[in-house]
């Protein structure tokens, strides 16, 4: 099928096809004659480095943002005309990266509501819990037997994105697109996932555009791909066979090559440290079973699903008191009454979550950066030097923006991770605490922030990293606390025979 042609027929072939799609804001051309075609019946998958473009044109496909030029059919309707653009707002469904959900409403109501498209009709609480059942059980039945009752703020990220997803499969769209789907599900999750996204295609006939910087995931659920690069089409509607990992983050202008271990990404001259810390403090937990003990330095990384995990950052960070863990931090016993208190302490953090527990959208590039350092200091007003120390960083971070007084959004999602983790290289704390830090982002901006990470290490930070990709935490992780699906800690690994099938075992998750 040449989606090149310009025949009416072959335009009808394709439940989506975009031609020659340009886009601009001010000055920067986003894209820059995009092509982009997906056919009833395939997994798509879209690939791209953080700021190629992606998120523009799957705006741009869903009339969330219109085009600058080029033209757009669905269902081999222009889209510029009514009734193209009822066909799209009736057969088209996005699952953005950054969650769209009602956190007073009920994952029930959540699910339910849009469906109610007019002004009038009296919801049905019955209809809408067996409605969040049968959608929630395409993914975890467990789950949707017991939580569709329950209040969206009451839930972890990853049941949020369980909740969108299952919301995004009960609609009856033709064609779904995906943006990072599986960011913050386990591998079984996401697996289930998979298997009903199959089902779909091969039995409906929908189209799914598939957005992911994970290719293991990629191979197993893709047919065909298109890779953007700088705007424009560098693959369209290449069966994936064809292509090599290599080849594809190469297409992307990637690189799979990991830095030096003891490359350094430059930092500014140190800011004073919290006045309550010393350089080098060990970090000691105990409750879990296992002595765990890590210096100065070390990187301690947490492998399994979120309850386990989720519950000992939240004690690390003041979030909220553990039952039955101690944590001795410095040689003395901690328990931090305030997230506040531990940043005063020493005590970094950062979230893969950006929109809620990262980026003050708010607020300029500037007060991002040092937004850690000024509850540190206790200080709410500008310090003088700030702008040349901002400015420094974002070079040294290879951070492009055209200013530090410009909003977090005029960046990527990849490049406002990196902005959050800015915040602590200049304050350097005695212990960073790193939550999915690399969720939704590509390949190079992981490894800048592995390369961050080191560079922490290496100045005596000591490091707890979660994450759900099992290749990451072996990689960069000296050792690795296992927990199993319940939350209860299953094994301390550590060593250089550590492999995936090890933490498989050890976290009841697929490798």
Known sequence: MDPNSGDQETRQAFLLDARGITKSFGATKVLRGMDFSVAPGEVHAF???????????????AGITGADGGTLHYKGLDVQDAAGQHARNQGLTVVHQELAV??????????????YRRGYGLFNRAAAHRSAVEALSLIDREFAAQSTDRLVSTLSLHERQMMEIARALKSGAELLLLDEPTTNLTSEEAERLFTVLRRLVAEARIAVVFVSHRMKEIRQVADVCTIIRDGQSAVHRRPLTDLTDAEIIEMMGQS????????????????????????????????????????????LGLAGAPAGPQALIDQLIGDRKGAGIDIIHGGR????????????????????????????????????????????????????????????????LRIKARSVWDL?????????????????LNLRPQMLVLEEPTRGVDVGTKRDIYTLIRAMALAGTTIVWWSTEQ?????????????????????????????????????????
């Not at 979230?351 to 809620?356: A, H, I, L, V, Y």
């Not at 990527?412 to 602590?424: C, F, M, P």
């Open 256 to 299: 799979m090559v990991a830095p030096d271990a003891t490359a350094t990404t430059p930092v500014l001259a140190a800011a004073p440290r919290p006045k309550a810390s010393a350089a080098g403090e060990a970090l000691a937990i105990r409750g879990y079973g296992f002595d765990i003990d890590v210096g100065p330095g070390q990187i």
């Open 408 to 424: 977090p959004s005029t960046l990527s999602g990849g490049t406002q991770q990196k902005l959050i983790i800015a915040r602590w």
């Open 333 to 396: 016993p901690r328990r931090y009454r305030t997230p506040r208190e531990a940043v005063r302490q020493g005590v970094g953090f950062v979230s893969g979550d950006r929109s809620n527990r990262g980026i003050i959208a708010t607020l300029p590039i500037i007060d991002n950066m040092v937004a850690s350092r000024r509850i540190a200091e206790r200080r709410t007003f500008v310090r003088g030097g700030e702008a040349r120390e901002a400015a420094g960083l974002l070079d040294a």
């Open 102 to 115: 009602i956190p007073h409403l009920s994952i029930a109501e959540n699910i339910d509501l849009p469906r």
């Open 471 to 511: 290749t990451e935490l072996l990689e960069l992780c000296d050792r690795i606390l296992a927990f199993g699906p319940d939350g209860r800690a299953t094994a301390l690994l550590s060593g250089v025979g550590i492999d995936e099938e090890k933490l498989a075992a050890a976290t009841g998750l697929a490798a």
């Open 47 to 61: 690939l791209g480095g953080n700021g190629a473009g992606k998120s523009t044109l799957l705006k741009i496909v």
